[in-house]
């Protein structure tokens, strides 16, 4: 942990300036009001060439059981990634990345089923050519592996470099995650912020 906030909102210049040092914020709980910056000493990373789903995800996607769309409705994207038992996104950061989102630098991925319901999806923050993802969710069969997909396509399509997933797990590993040192990650941060791209569908 780097250093630590508390405010009603942390104003859009001052978490685009923790992304551009490699630090992100975090709470403790859904209810705290103050935030923690962080770093790690491994990094984890999706390479753009790496990135994979299974075949069950695959044939999800062809019979389009869900439909993508991005940046319709942020706030509900991150509501719903907090409603769990323990979070770290707290009241504090989704009215922080509301505003950062407004600022055109944070994004969601929604997926609606048949139905026009949200089924699932993932959000978070571009810079230059950076996209680091923050947090996905699915209330739907895959719906949140599938929004996965349509998020790398994105990237892919917009000449994004760096996909930060901030933590290597093992759940992230099945679609292409590695994990990198904390300096090579501050070189590749620094050669993706030289370009901008723009996250559009």
Sequence with gaps: MNSSSS???????ILLNGYRQGIFPMSESREDRKVGWYSARQRGIIPMDRFKVSKNVERIIRQERYECRVNT?????????ADRNTTWISDLI??????????GHAHSVEMF???GEL???LYGV????AFFGESM???SKE????ALWHCHRILEKNGFELWDTQFYTDHLARFGCIEIPASEYDRRLERALKKECEFVD
């Design 7 to 13: 405010n009603k909102i942390i104003p859009p210049e």
């Design 73 to 81: 409705c942020f706030r509900d994207v991150m509501e719903e990634c």
């Design 94 to 103: 989704i009215n922080s990345f509301e505003l950062l989102h407004l600022a």
């Design 113 to 115: 089923n048949k139905q």
């Design 119 to 121: 089924a699932g999806g």
């Design 126 to 129: 571009t810079l230059g050519a």
């Design 137 to 139: 969710f699915k209330n």
């Design 143 to 146: 719906a949140d592996k599938v």
